[in-house]
Each structure stands twice: as C-alpha cells, then as structure tokens.
C-alpha cells in the first residue's frame, strides 16, 4: 500500500511540473473581483518588461462561473507608457456560443478565457507599464451601463514570447 502511495504522488508531481512549465511567459498575474464587477472598478497591472527590443503578444485572462450570462463581454483596455503615452481601446470578446454553452477551459463551473489583446508588440520605452482593465457592459437597448457585472471571478494580464521564438 505504501508504495503505491509513492507512486502516485511521483506520477502526480510529474504531472504538475509537466503542466506548470511555460517558457513563454514572461508576465502573468490575476486580481480576484469580490462578488460582482463594479462598472468603475478598475483593474490594474504594473509590467516591466525585460527588454525594448523583441516582441510580444499580450492577453487579458478572465475566470468567470455559470452566473456570468452573455454571450459577449466589452472591456476597456488602457496601457500606459513609461513616458506618459497613454493607448486606449475598447474591445469585444465571445464568451459562450450561440446555444449558451460558456466558452473558456476548465472541466468545474469556472472557466478560464485567454483573449488576444495585442500581438507582436515592442516595449521601446525602458521602465514600468501600467494596464488597466474596466468592463464596459450594456444591455441591449439600453443606454446607462450593467452596473455589477456577475460571474467574473478574477481578471488577469499576460505578456507572452511570440510561440515561434
């Protein structure tokens, strides 16, 4: 009995660090929303890229529960330069297929959403970057925004090497 103990946990060691092992990343950092995701919560992560010279492709990540409701999510993404420079954009997302079913990984009721925010971009300013992530959510038809946002669990940021690299 004990050594099929030994086993398992090996095998189960083995497994997680086969898992936990990326080359690519080079930031990546979640922040918990409490409950719902009030429309003027901000969410913000501080980056310092280790250099002015490659490129890399940039992700928000979303954990959301089956409380989450629309097909669709609309957030405002704003990266802030070390030298002020300020890129604003607003962006869409698919979350669930038209039957649904909620899109994202994950075999629980959470599910785990990698959306393209920019691909191949060049830090040429040295020093930190601010990103801040806001929901922009409305109803159809409606013209004040969803004020709390249910099923978001936690908002993350990735900066990545490009896969060919």
């Known amino acids: 009995m004990l050594r099929i103990t030994r086993n398992s946990a090996l095998i189960l060691a083995l497994v997680f660090c086969f898992i936990s092992c990326d080359d690519h990343r ?63 954009d607003t962006l869409e997302y698919r979350m669930a297929e038209p039957s649904g079913k909620l899109l994202g990984t994950g075999i629980t009721d959470i599910k785990e959403n990698k959306l393209w925010y920019k691909e191949s971009v060049v830090f040429n300013e040295a020093g930190e970057y601010e990103v801040s992530i806001q929901h922009a959510m409305r109803e159809s038809g409606k013209v004040n925004g969803i004020t709390h946002l249910e099923g978001i669990t936690d908002v993350g ?3 990545e090497k490009p896969k060919n690299n």
């Open 26 to 88: 080079v930031f990546d950092a979640y922040t918990s929303v409490p409950n719902r995701w009030h429309k003027d919560s901000i969410v913000s992560f501080k980056i310092n890229p280790p250099d002015t010279v490659n490129p890399y492709n940039l992700f928000v990540n979303l954990r959301n529960t089956n409380a989450y409701k629309y097909n669709n999510l609309f957030l405002i993404v704003e990266m802030t330069f070390p030298h002020g420079k300020i890129i604003k």
């Open 157 to 159: 940021f990735r900066v």
